[in-house]
């Protein structure tokens, strides 16, 4: 349910010394958001929106040197955006928010992810997708580049129902 997948590659446009055939430099997917948690919310206010955090990034997002969601809004924004299925059988697909997995960058990310934006801005609307959102999973050594490229930190949580 969460199709289309779709994304891009780079290669090394020479074989290396060690290698016959070109190297990948990075990939890119991008799919539908899909999860599979009837608790899952996107909620920046909740206390354990950032719970997980170590404490160097949660003292750079109380000095402001990271770009978070600080008052909630876009969460509420996202969460407000339309979803279907259930948890048990496709998931819970968000079809206005699209995923994207960079892995691999190595010096091309930058590219990878312009490419994908541009792409997500350009596709048409259909039954299955219209795109307003695009999400990702950064690590904490990622962050840095992510925000320069526009993309704002939002929580997301899903609590143990019994």
């Known amino acids: 349910v ?5 994304g891009f590659i780079v290669r090394s446009d020479k074989a290396s010394a060690n290698a016959s055939a070109r190297m990948m430099q990075g990939f890119i997917t ?5 999860n599979w ?3 899952f919310r996107w909620d920046s206010m909740h206390d354990s929106a950032f719970s997980y955090d170590d404490v160097e990034m949660a003292e750079a997002m109380a000095s402001k040197e990271r770009v978070f969601d600080e008052d909630g809004s876009l969460a509420a ?3 407000n955006t339309v979803r279907l299925g259930d948890p048990w059988n496709e998931g819970i697909v968000w079809p206005q928010i699209a995923e ?3 892995l691999g960058g190595l010096g091309c990310g930058k590219t990878l992810l312009s490419l ?3 792409r997500l801005e350009a596709m048409p609307a259909t039954a299955q997708h219209n795109y307003k959102y695009v999400v990702l ?5 990622s962050i840095p580049f992510y925000e320069s490229m526009g993309f704002v ?3 997301a949580v899903t609590e143990n129902q019994d």
């Open 30 to 34: 991008v799919t539908t958001f899909t």
């Open 77 to 79: 924004e996202i969460q």
């Open 116 to 118: 994908a934006i541009e």
């Open 137 to 141: 999973q950064a690590t904490s050594n």
């Open 153 to 155: 930190r939002v929580g």
């Open 100 to 102: 994207i997995s960079l």
């Open 37 to 39: 948690q009837a608790s």
């Open 2 to 6: 969460d199709d289309p997948i779709w």
